[in-house]
């Protein structure tokens, strides 16, 4: 098992530029989560999906951020247009279960740096 | 709102030490609670994750124990190795679909 996948591992970009995080969960993973860490305010859920359906984006900060998970295998955090506030390490995570009563597996996330 | 808080934030040790990580929440009514290690530069790794109608968990050198009435969690770490070394955060679920919440992490260094 390879785990949950993420890509970029790192990425810089310019203010007001677009930005593309992906996502392959582990086979078989019900459930799928959107994290950002700051050293400020620590890990924050963004969205959560389920069989790849959005439950819960009420983490998702502004219109700027959006997530869709168009199969089981793939998933996308996009936000348009990026700014500096947005920088910190964005994770993903999957779960076996429906909810949040089996272990999270997590990524090792992608870290943005929006300059 | 539930709050979740470690304190302190980092702690160093020699090896060999036995101790214990603390984690206390403001809402007594959870789903459930998780530790996780992070290692640097990398995701979360779940350790143990006890349901609200457990007092604890044990894996290997690690046991995990949680008082719902207190608001408390702690994180035994038997014999310390050096491996050990990495950020230890807990995090509880309040609901079966309500979202995780974290606290930032205790840094422990077991020092050779």
């Known amino acids: 098992d390879a785990g949950v996948i993420q890509s970029p591992r790192h990425e810089v970009t310019e203010m007001g530029q677009e930005v593309t995080l992906r996502c392959k969960p582990i086979s078989g993973h019900n459930s799928l989560f959107w994290y950002r860490q700051t050293m400020m305010r620590g890990l924050e859920l963004l969205i959560y999906?389920?069989?790849?359906?959005?439950?819960?984006d009420s983490g998702m900060p502004e219109d700027r951020f959006s997530a869709k998970m168009p199969n089981a295998s793939f998933s996308t955090l996009k936000i348009q247009p990026s700014e500096p506030r947005d920088s910190a390490v964005y994770f993903c995570?999957?779960?076996?279960?429906?909810?949040?009563?089996?272990?999270?597996?997590f990524g090792n996330g992608t870290r943005l740096t929006v300059t | 709102k539930q709050e979740v808080t470690q304190i302190p934030a980092a702690l160093s040790v020699p090896e060999g030490e036995n101790l214990v990580l603390n984690c206390s929440f403001t809402d007594s009514a959870i789903y459930n609670l998780q530790w996780f290690r992070q290692d640097p530069g990398k995701g979360l790794t779940s350790l143990l994750l006890i349901q609200s109608s457990q007092r604890e968990q044990t894996s290997g050198r690690l046991n995990a124990s949680l008082d719902k009435s207190s608001g408390r969690s702690t994180l035994y770490i038997a014999a310390s190795q050096p491996g050990d070394s990495a950020t230890y955060l807990c995090a509880v679920a309040t609901g079966a679909n309500s979202k995780l919440t974290f606290g930032k992490g205790i840094t422990l260094s077991v020092r050779p």
């Open positions: 999906f389920n069989n790849n359906v959005p439950i819960d």
């Open positions: 995570a999957s779960s076996p279960g429906s909810s949040y009563n089996s272990p999270l597996h």
